[in-house]
C-alpha cells in the first residue's frame, strides 16, 4: 500500500484560511499595485535626468516631479490597504483556529488535561496561533509583491546587456549558498526555542497561578527563582 504524502505546511495553513482566500488574493493584488507605484519614481528620476542632460529646463520636469508624487502616493496608499485586508483575513482565521482548538479541549479526557501542564496549554493556544499571524498577513502579500522588484530589474538588466545581467546573477548565488549554510542547523535549534519557551510559559503560568498559596508560605524566594531562571534561560537561549 503506498503511504499518503503528508501535505505541506503550507498547503495546511492555506487550508485553515479556507473561507479568507478572497481577502488574501485582493491584498496581493494591491501589494503588486503598492509595488509598482514604488518603482515608478525611479523611471519618473531617470526621465528628468534625461531631460536635463539634453539641455531641457525645469519646466519640462514638472510633468515628471508630479508622476513621482503620485507613485508614493500609489504606494502609500495600496500597501496599506493591502495589509488592512490581509490583517483583517488573518485575525478571522486565528479567532477560528482558538475555537476549534477549545472545542477540542472541551473533548479531551480529564486526566490528560491534569497531567499537562497549563502553561503548554497557553503556549499552544496564544503563542503558537499568535506566531500564524506573520506568514498570513505579512509574508503572503508581501513576499509575493516584492518578488516583483528584482524580477523586473533582472530582466531590464539583461535588457541592457546580457554580460551584465549574467554578473548580476552570481550575488543571487552566493546569498542562496550563504543561505544554505545557515539553515543546516536551524531545525535543532529551533527545537530547543520551542522547548526553552514551552519551560519559559510553564513557569510564569504556574508561578503566577499559586502566588496567594507561595506568599502564604513564604516560599516567594525559591519559587520566583525558578521563574526568573526560567525567563533568563529563555533570554540567552
Known amino acids: 500500500m503506498e503511504s499518503k504524502k503528508a501535505p505541506s505546511p503550507f498547503a495546511v495553513l492555506w487550508g485553515w484560511?479556507?473561507?479568507?482566500h478572497g481577502g488574501f488574493y485582493a491584498s496581493v493584488a494591491l501589494a503588486l499595485l503598492g509595488v509598482a507605484c514604488?518603482?515608478?519614481?525611479y523611471f519618473c528620476v531617470a526621465a528628468m535626468i534625461a531631460r536635463l542632460l539634453s539641455g531641457g529646463g525645469l519646466v519640462e520636469c514638472l510633468p515628471w516631479c508630479a508622476g513621482a508624487l503620485v507613485g508614493y502616493l500609489g504606494k502609500a496608499l495600496f500597501s496599506t490597504w493591502s495589509t488592512a485586508l490581509s490583517h483583517t483575513a488573518t485575525y478571522h482565521i486565528l479567532r477560528k483556529v482558538r475555537r476549534e482548538l477549545l472545542a477540542k479541549l472541551s473533548r479531551v479526557p480529564m486526566g490528560t488535561i491534569l497531567d499537562t501542564p497549563s502553561g503548554q496549554y497557553k503556549t499552544t493556544i496564544v503563542d503558537r496561533?499568535?506566531?500564524m499571524e506573520p506568514t498570513l498577513a505579512h509574508l503572503l502579500p508581501e513576499m509575493t509583491s516584492n518578488?516583483?522588484?528584482p524580477l523586473a530589474i533582472a530582466v531590464y538588466i539583461f535588457v541592457l546587456d546580457w554580460r551584465m545581467g549574467l554578473a548580476s546573477l552570481v550575488t543571487t548565488v552566493v546569498g542562496m549558498l550563504v543561505s544554505m549554510q545557515?539553515?543546516?542547523?536551524y531545525g535543532p535549534r529551533w527545537q530547543g526555542a520551542v522547548e526553552v519557551g514551552r519551560?519559559?510559559?510553564n513557569a510564569i503560568v504556574e508561578y503566577v497561578g499559586g502566588i496567594q498559596v507561595v506568599k502564604a508560605f513564604s516560599q516567594s524566594a525559591g519559587s520566583y527563582k525558578r521563574y526568573s531562571d526560567a525567563v533568563t534561560e529563555n533570554a540567552q537561549y
Open 182 to 185: 545557515s539553515a543546516k542547523n
Open 147 to 149: 518578488l516583483l522588484v
Open 38 to 41: 514604488g518603482m515608478s519614481p
Open 17 to 20: 484560511a479556507d473561507g479568507e
Open 199 to 201: 519551560r519559559m510559559a
Open 129 to 131: 496561533v499568535e506566531g
